[in-house]
């Protein structure tokens, strides 16, 4: 058996970023912990105050497959590359045949452009594009595949 996992990203503006990899990944906001109606009412009552509420968000598969993400917020602004990136496979993958997988990963880029991230570089493969290299508003790289 597998183990769960969750990915945390470091960022500058949780609940704003949170809100575009829902958009990438469609996911949705993550429910708050069991016995609560709201995460509000679950950092009042672990007393956290008020103007850290927007200091992290969350996000899960609406499907419960996929690793659930939470975005903290830090004090300090990305510098380097990322070691670490997602291939967002939005056409498909590499299985789907690349008449079918192109146009969905061109619309993937116009879609997430218009919400803040920025196209840096076309990949090619035997001739033809293959994926493309993107970062998110606070500049993490991620490849539409």
């Given amino acids: 058996m597998a183990v769960k996992w969750s990915l945390t990203i470091d960022c500058a503006h949780p609940v704003a970023l949170a809100e575009f990899w829902a958009l990438a990944l ?11 109606g709201s995460w509000e009412e679950w950092f009042a009552h672990y007393d956290i105050p008020e103007e850290e509420w927007d200091g ?6 609406p499907d ?21 990136h997602l291939d967002v496979q939005v056409g498909g993958g590499r299985d789907t045949p690349w ?8 619309a993937a880029v116009e879609r997430l452009t218009a919400a803040g991230a920025t196209a840096l570089r076309t990949f090619e493969l035997e001739g033809r594009p293959d994926h493309v290299l993107m970062a998110d508003p606070e500049g ?3 490849c539409l595949v």
Avoid: C, I, T
């Fill in 26 to 36: 469609d996911y949705v906001r993550k429910p708050p912990p069991a016995g609560f």
């Fill in 64 to 84: 419960g497959v996929g690793p659930a993400l939470s975005f903290l917020h830090v004090p300090e602004s990305k510098v380097v590359k990322n070691r670490l």
């Fill in 99 to 106: 008449e079918e997988r192109w146009p969905r990963v061109l």
């Fill in 140 to 142: 993490n790289e991620f």
């Fill in 56 to 61: 992290a968000a969350y996000l899960s598969d």
